[in-house]
């Protein structure tokens, strides 16, 4: 392997960030790596701290340089082409110098619906163009974002405080803080390294508070406080019922994934549990990047234990004794809050080699995104926890047969495995007490948009998509509904006719959507359908792994098409570009290696449906 | 290897047939004599299915299934040219051929008019990007296009060295050349996928001129891209000549004199210029891989110093 470009010596800061995460290279090795000649499984082992390293580097001086990254591929024995084209992948990685501290303003929908767009310029006119525009400015000048100190991003997953940033500023000790009610002052503020206060949010359930039992609650965030909260009792009973007893609650109790794809756990565990004699590991998905979605947020910052009681249910239950957290970078408070409880779980014997002095092990590693949306499909995360691009594979095989480092994998969303608890301790009868038939329990919806108090609401299944919003204090000053963006913007509109829908899987696939994530994001007449059309384009766009071609490409004619049709430019006419997107959607949703390729059309194909009687558009222009 | 495995059936267009297990769909079809195009796959490379314009239908799937990397199971029910099928590939021939310039892509043109694809409907072309404006693309930021220009990877050709040029205008990022220089072939790891989305793109480290990268210049990453984009200069000059001229050339298999491993050659020679050398993805020896000196050490018989 040729370093040869990546020859410039890495400075001190760079080394000593990179050697805190991987321990002192060995003397007179120009930290080339201690192993020589290493076995797969060794060489293995060190690759999956690739993005771990390229985020110490990130954190400490705020990109990733030369010689920053030449450090990396020595010490970790990579190929500098693969590590740039796995630094490349992120969107929080920076690949040329710009100041240590920077802001990520939020522009997606949620936020543009409470005012980004004034924020946006506003930081404009103080701070400069954001970076992305700046390369624009000048193309031919191909590292002209140096000097720019903020970017506008996608959902930061703080949609309830909207509008959101997130501010890093590198250094000895990085500060890291996503906030919502975001204005120039707050922003400020955080770029000059002040902590900044959080804004307010809305927690609420209708009937039973199980998932937000103890959310709230600051006792919850420490052990002794959430033992006390009624805690580990789930892991209790788990002993008491054995793996294969737990497995048959959880089947019992007919619980489904709430990441978006609604499969049954309990057959997940089971698939798992049958690789006797194999590692196996238990993931949790934690990437949580769907615009509108922030409910597993919550739960990360205000119940950390519960999750880890859950992972740790799902390893005795699945025979696995590694799990692992795929957190999403943007979640700064989370990865304290979670690396805490880490901590003190270990230190308790509630995570290690003999959970509560029996012979069970688990233990639980963090690992943080670091701004790839895509990265949160199963396959891609997996690639990326091993160090490769978030770039997924087909199925099958599936993770259960193939997963993390080939091994037998159960990968699990944040809410799935925190509704798990309660199954496990109450049993299936119980959980199923409320709910549908075909939908036991209950289930986070977060609510956003032009909603008078938004925030995460638990309801039980069946519940009228219309009493949840009203629940939630409907439009601020009474206006009516136009419409619902449910279950993301890989969901779809529902309009302002069908409002009734009752939020379960089975009434949600019978009218043609999905309840997805869980998002909510209700729409009155200030909010513009085609430039919220475009920015649901533009995420798909931005947000492709590049991988096939009827993503990589599709998603680009998807975004242009609508294009045309703000500027009502409409190429052939309105009825020709209705055709050409839905042979696009048809293709994407046929021919796309993962779900966000399948899914890239749904909303915006729903919006021409859901909306037709309102105008060609959904919105008269005035 | 083969007499433990089991024999699996299924049924493809109606007509039923039987496979050893591990087979693809595209072997069961290649058994039948259906034709299922290909861009990505290559028999000498790790499938890695993600050009999409070999899916047929599978029975019960609830989306297309690529035949280059799906393995055959008992009793699956296949279709290949569904109107299903037909409308993937059309919308993958357009997407392709609007975006990338596929004009040297053997078959693109026959597979173009067969699914009536129109790349033109997306509309004219963007312009050519500007040097280095590709490559300073980053994850998560794109300028959003007015629709009136199709984006596309139109972009100046890079000729770094003597021996290949790099024209990824061409590039339909079939991962081809990145498998052959990776475990596949080279282990040289000398390029790699970076960037994201539309921006993703064939790289080295830094974006770094081959010869200040670890590429060995064995070529095979020229020889087993689909495209053109990788293509030997010696070529890449007669052709920007305009004296491109198949029918002035002659295609000679040989066996390279240089060492004592015997892999086959083939030289295409146009006015006693050897203008590309590849060897058979079939050989024995070389499964289609071979080494700089092989592949471009033919100065002497050009009369060149070397
Ligand atoms: C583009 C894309 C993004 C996804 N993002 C997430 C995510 O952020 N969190 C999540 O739990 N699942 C996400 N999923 C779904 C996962 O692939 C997977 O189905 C899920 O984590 C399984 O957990 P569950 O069975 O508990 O739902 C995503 C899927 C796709 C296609
Ligand atoms: S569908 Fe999109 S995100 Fe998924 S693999 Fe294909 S290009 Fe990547
Ligand atoms: S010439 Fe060989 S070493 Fe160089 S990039 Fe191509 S395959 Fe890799
Ligand atoms: S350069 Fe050629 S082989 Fe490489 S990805 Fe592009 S088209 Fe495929
Ligand atoms: S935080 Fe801005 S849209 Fe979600
Ligand atoms: S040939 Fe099968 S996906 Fe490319």
Redesign the interface.
């Known amino acids: 392997?040729?370093?040869?470009?990546?020859s410039q010596a890495p400075t001190d800061a760079e080394t000593r960030a990179i050697d805190a995460l991987l321990g002192p290279a060995a003397p007179d090795s120009h930290g080339a790596p201690v192993v020589h000649g290493p076995t797969p499984r060794e060489a293995r082992a060190r690759r999956t701290f690739l993005l771990p390293a390229l985020i110490a580097l990130q954190e400490r001086v705020g990109w990733i340089s030369?010689g920053g990254?030449g450090y990396v591929c020595r010490r970790l024995g990579v190929?500098?082409?693969?590590?740039?084209?796995v630094a490349?992948?992120?969107?929080l990685l920076a690949?040329e110098e710009r100041p240590a501290a920077f802001a990520h303003v939020c522009d997606d929908v949620a936020c543009a619906s409470r005012g980004a767009e004034e924020l946006c310029s506003a930081m404009e006119a103080r701070l400069g163009p954001c970076?992305?525009?700046a390369?624009?400015a000048e193309?031919?000048?191909?590292?002209?974002?140096h000097a720019a100190r903020w970017?506008?991003?996608?959902c930061l997953g703080l949609c309830d405080q909207a509008p959101a940033a997130l501010v890093t500023v590198a250094g000895e000790r990085p500060v890291e803080q996503a906030f919502g009610g975001a204005t120039l002052a707050r922003v400020e503020e955080a770029l000059a390294g002040k902590r900044v206060a959080p804004a307010s949010f809305a927690l609420a359930s209708l009937g039973p508070r199980r998932l937000l039992a103890r959310a709230g609650d600051a006792k919850a965030t420490t052990l002794d406080g959430y033992a006390a909260l009624g805690g580990y009792r789930a892991l209790e009973r788990a002993f008491e019922l054995g793996p294969e007893g737990v497995r048959k609650e959880v089947n019992a109790s007919k619980l489904v994934g709430r990441g978006g794809a609604a499969f049954p756990t309990g057959r997940k565990w089971d698939a798992v549990a049958r690789h006797v004699g194999k590692q196996r590991h238990v993931v949790c998905n934690a990437d949580e990047s769907e615009p509108g979605t922030f409910k597993d947020r919550v739960l990360l910052e205000q119940d950390p234990f519960a999750v880890l009681e859950a992972m740790t249910i799902a390893g005795f239950a699945t025979g696995a004794t590694k799990g692992w957290i795929y957190l999403r970078g943007e979640y700064p408070l989370a990865a304290e809050r979670l690396a805490s409880a880490i901590t003190a779980a270990r230190a308790a014997g509630k995570l290690g080699a003999r959970i509560g002095g029996r012979d069970v092990a688990f233990d639980v590693a963090l690992r943080r995104g670091a701004?790839?949306y895509i990265c949160g499909e199963e396959t891609a995360l997996l690639a990326s926890i091993e160090g490769f691009?978030g770039e997924p594979r087909?199925k099958?095989p599936f993770p259960v047969d193939v997963g993390l480092f080939g091994e037998p994998t159960a990968i699990n969303n944040v809410e799935t495995l925190v509704a798990a608890l309660d199954v496990v301790r109450d049993g299936a009868a119980s959980y199923a007490s409320v709910g549908t038939a075909g939908s036991p329990g209950t289930k986070l919806f977060c609510l956003s948009g032009r909603v008078a108090r938004p925030g995460v609401y638990e309801v039980p299944f069946g519940t009228p998509l219309s009493a949840l919003v009203e629940f939630a204090g409907g439009v601020p000053g009474g206006k009516a509904i136009t419409g619902v963006l449910l279950g993301g913007v890989a969901g779809t509109f529902v309009g302002p006719k069908r409002l009734d829908l009752a939020l379960s899987f089975e009434a949600a696939r019978a009218a043609g959507t999905t309840l997805g994530s869980g998002v909510v994001f209700v729409m009155d007449d200030s909010i513009e359908l085609l430039p919220m059309l475009?920015r649901i384009a533009?995420f798909f766009?931005?947000?492709?792994?590049?991988?096939?071609?009827?993503c990589?490409?599709?998603?680009?004619?998807q975004?242009?098409?609508?294009?045309?049709l703000a500027?009502g430019?409409a190429?052939g006419g309105l009825d020709v570009e209705k055709q050409?997107l839905a042979?696009?959607g048809?293709?994407m949703?046929?021919?796309?290696?993962c779900g966000l390729g399948?899914t890239a059309s749904s909303a915006i194909e729903s919006a021409f449906v859901e909306f037709d009687s309102l105008g060609p558009l959904g919105r008269k222009r005035s | 290897m083969s007499e433990s495995k089991r024999t699996i059936e299924l049924t493809i267009d109606g007509r039923k047939t039987s496979v050893p297990e591990g087979s693809t769909l595209l072997q069961a079809c290649q058994g039948l004599a259906i034709d299922v195009p290909t861009f990505c796959w290559a028999e000498n490379l790790t499938p890695v299915n993600v050009c999409r314009i070999c899916v047929v239908e599978l029975e019960g799937a609830r989306t297309l299934v690529p035949a280059c990397s799906r393995k055959a199971e008992a009793g699956m029910v296949v279709q290949t040219e569904s109107e299903r099928v037909k409308l993937s590939r059309k919308l993958v021939l357009e997407l392709l051929g609007s975006s990338v310039d596929m004009s040297l892509a053997s078959e693109f043109q026959a597979l173009a008019t067969k699914y009536d694809a129109h790349p033109e409907r997306f509309g004219p072309r963007a312009p050519r990007a500007a040097p280095g404006e590709r490559e300073a693309a980053r994850a998560g930021h794109h300028y959003a296009e007015d629709g009136e220009h199709a984006a596309n990877v139109a972009q100046p050709k890079k000729v770094d060295n003597e021996l290949f040029v790099r024209d990824y205008a061409k590039c339909m990022l079939c991962y081809k050349c990145v498998e052959a220089c990776g475990t596949d072939a080279q282990n040289t790891f000398a390029i790699a996928v970076a960037g994201r989305g539309f921006d993703a793109r064939i790289a080295t480290e830094l974006e770094a001129p081959l010869p200040d990268s670890a590429c060995v210049f064995c070529g095979n990453c020229v020889g087993v891209c689909p495209t053109g984009a990788l293509m030997f200069k010696a070529e890449s000059d007669v052709r920007e000549k305009g004296e491109w001229d198949e029918s002035r050339q002659t295609v000679t298999d040989t066996i390279c004199p240089y060492c004592g491993v015997g892999c086959q050659l083939t030289l295409r020679v146009q006015a006693n210029q050897i203008l590309r050398v590849t060897s058979p993805a079939d050989h024995s020896v070389t499964s289609g891989h071979l080494c700089i000196k092989g592949r471009f050490g033919w100065g002497f018989v050009q009369g060149k110093k070397p």
């Open positions: 392997m040729d370093l040869e470009h990546l030369p990254l190929p500098p082409a693969e590590a740039w084209g490349t992948f992120y969107a690949v970076a992305s525009s390369h624009r193309p031919h000048a191909p590292r002209a974002g970017a506008k991003s996608p701004g790839a691009r087909t099958p475009r533009a766009r931005d947000e492709s792994c590049g991988q096939c071609v009827p990589r490409v599709g998603t680009v004619r975004e242009e098409l609508l294009a045309r500027r430019a190429r050409l042979e696009l048809q293709a949703r046929d021919a796309s290696i399948q």
